[in-house]
């Protein structure tokens, strides 16, 4: 990608040169004034708002998939911004998780214990956007779109299996607020009504678990190999050992022992989301 056109003046994260999300703005913005289309026309045209267009020419907001599609055939240029919006994604990840991701696609089963927060495969964007703006980060729009974005892969014909173990404390923090939080917990249950997705519950009457220490999330691959993530304050880390890919796996089976059945533990998390609704 070069960056040969100018910049939207003012906004110095409109630079081209500054990030794959730039680009596209910058792209967008001269495409349109090239079309004599003000954003607001845009806007009609592509059904979304003025505000909308103008957040994504100052790379402030990730576009969708569907705009950018809307974008080529309103704006006449034969599939570029379809073809530029999975770069875009791509790079609304920290440098460390892209290898994730692309295991991640591959993976015949996944297997996510979280202490804290529901998995990002399983999250609203509401929930998201709520995780994000509590820690006041300020590429929040791009990181809820990626995370929205991976979850495509649970839509696949030939999907990975996923298996979930929640500590009770994730149904108790009512991260966006009471209603954000019912409406996550009724998308968990029916994300579990797809027979590939399995969620349980440890209540915290259980006492202490074998993972006390933090969460952490395994893939299986489909050549027997295993990897699992783990992820700090600052960034994550991949682990691939055998011996230690070992410990997290036996970690994982002392955790659903402990878990509440598949059905009990819905019935938990949907008690837990009409109790957050009344």
């Known amino acids: 990608m070069t960056a040969e056109h100018p910049r939207v003046e003012g906004d110095p994260k409109a630079d081209p040169k500054v990030s794959t999300l730039a680009y596209f703005g910058t792209e967008l913005r ?8 003000s954003q ?3 806007g009609r045209r592509t059904f979304c708002t003025h505000s909308y267009i103008s957040r ?9 998939e569907e705009f950018a599609q809307r974008c080529d055939d309103v704006l006449g ?3 570029m911004f379809a073809r530029l919006w999975p770069v875009v994604i791509e790079h609304a990840y920290p440098d460390w998780f892209r290898p994730w991701v692309a295991l991640e696609k591959d993976a015949i089963s996944i297997w996510d214990f979280e202490s804290q927060v529901v998995p990002g495969l399983l999250q609203t964007e509401e929930y998201a956007q709520a995780l994000f703006a509590a820690a006041r980060l300020p590429n929040a729009d ?4 990626a995370r929205l974005t991976r979850q495509h892969i649970l839509e696949r014909d030939n999907r990975a299996q996923l298996w979930v173990v929640l500590d009770e404390n994730v149904l108790r923090r009512a991260v966006g607020g009471p209603d ?3 409406r996550q917990l009724r998308a968990v249950v029916e994300a579990a009504e797809d027979q590939r997705t399995i969620v349980q519950v440890i209540p915290c009457d259980v006492g202490g678990h074998a993972a006390m220490d933090g969460s952490f999330v395994g893939l299986s691959m489909d050549d027997g190999t295993e990897v699992v993530s783990t992820e700090g304050r600052v960034r994550g880390f991949i682990v691939a050992a055998t011996d230690a890919v070992s ?3 036996y970690a994982y089976d ?12 819905l019935d938990m998390i949907a008690a837990r989301a009409k109790e957050l609704a009344s």
């Open 56 to 64: 994504i020419e100052s790379a402030s907001r990730v576009p969708s």
């Open 40 to 42: 607001v026309e845009l």
């Open 180 to 182: 954000v939080m019912a």
């Open 247 to 249: 410990e997290y796996s």
């Open 254 to 265: 002392l955790l659903r022992a402990d878990a509440l059945s598949p059905q009990a533990s």
């Open 142 to 145: 791009e990181l809820v779109a």
């Open 30 to 37: 001269i495409r349109r004034e090239e079309a004599g289309l």
């Open 77 to 79: 240029t034969g599939g």
